[in-house]
């Protein structure tokens, strides 16, 4: 037996071999396909395990095998989770120990008809360590979300946070607070089908309203999105309403998005209008498609880097600048690529003979232009 054996790249196993557990030794184990593996509990020098998949209690791997792995790092995908038994074994994971895991994914299949009762325990119990740079959540099926998600601390499980990618939750109905995580630069958010609203919450502006008040003698600026370069929503079929970021005091004011770079917004066909994007002079890349009842985006003079804009099947889409915004697009010297297509309500683009650095424009079934 090579007890020795420190690196295994398997391209393809039927099953794992029950002597498997013997390779104490084991450091890194690669996967090409998905497959049962159980019996990794003894091997608690291993470091590198790309990805598990839970199976059905007596045929494979559970998630309490994971207790002892403490010297895993880097990247740990677990699918499957819709078929854990019993839901405190996440918590025998012990991922909360696991302090070198710097990408976490975790997989239910979004479309199985029974619905998770146990999903929340589950997931509360797969708390990770507050080191996490990047979390990955699909497929999963309860209206909210575990403390560890909502609570917002130096030792929770997304202080850390650099991308946070959430997608194919049919019963989720808020967005977790994320606008208070200082190294957070880039969120994709898709398919959450029952959210209506993206208000305060989504901001952190409920986390900062007592301590923006605690003097009120002195003008406070709160700055929400510290770090975010990248917004992506998609496929949010019942978001209606998408506020401004909204502090309850007086004597302050918010720095929204003050570095974000790149806002991709898709599928949101009943938001009739976007929320004041705030001071965001880093603003490069704004792609809007198929928000059917969109009618006016908030374009103002602070989008001054603005080098791309997208604007597709927005068809009730009658402006593309904020009402106290008379300048057209002669203030956006940077601009290089407009492409607008299937906006039969727009009533023209005035000005685009003066964007000198205009590289690319295509305008299609755009009755003013």
Partial sequence: MLYNLQ?????????????FGNLINLRNFYMERNFSLSGIKQLTNLQTLSEIKVMREAEGFQLEELEHLDKLRGKLKISGLED?????????????RKSNIQMLEL???????????????????????SNLKSLTIEGFRCSSFPSWMVTKNHLSGLYNLVKIKLGNMPYCKQIPSLGDLPYLQVIKIYKLGSVECIGSKFYGCTNLDGASSSNSHEA?????????????????????????????SNSSSVNLFPLLEKLYVCGLPKLELLPNLGDVKCLQSLIIECCQNLTCLPISKELVSLQKLV???????T???????????????????????????????????????????????????
């Fill in 311 to 317: 604007i597709h099947r927005c068809p009730n889409l």
């Fill in 220 to 248: 406070v600026v709160t700055t929400l999105f510290p770090a975010l370069r990248k917004l992506d929503l998609r496929d949010m079929k019942e978001l209606s309403e998408w506020s401004d970021a909204m502090i309850q």
């Fill in 107 to 129: 997989f239910w299949r979004p479309y199985t008809e029974d619905h998770n009762h146990n999903g929340i325990e589950i997931l509360e119990g797969l708390k990770p360590h």
């Fill in 7 to 19: 690196t295994l790249r398997v391209d393809y196993l039927e099953e794992i071999p029950k002597e």
């Fill in 319 to 369: 402006s593309l600048f904020s009402e106290d915004f008379d300048e057209g697009l002669q203030g956006f010297g940077s601009i290089e690529s407009i492409d607008l297509r299937s906006c039969k309500n727009l009533v023209g683009v005035p000005e685009i003979h003066r964007l000198q650095s205009l590289r690319r424009l295509l305008i299609e079934d755009v009755v003013g232009c």
């Fill in 84 to 96: 854990v038994s019993h839901p405190e074994s996440a918590g025998k994971a012990n991922l909360w």
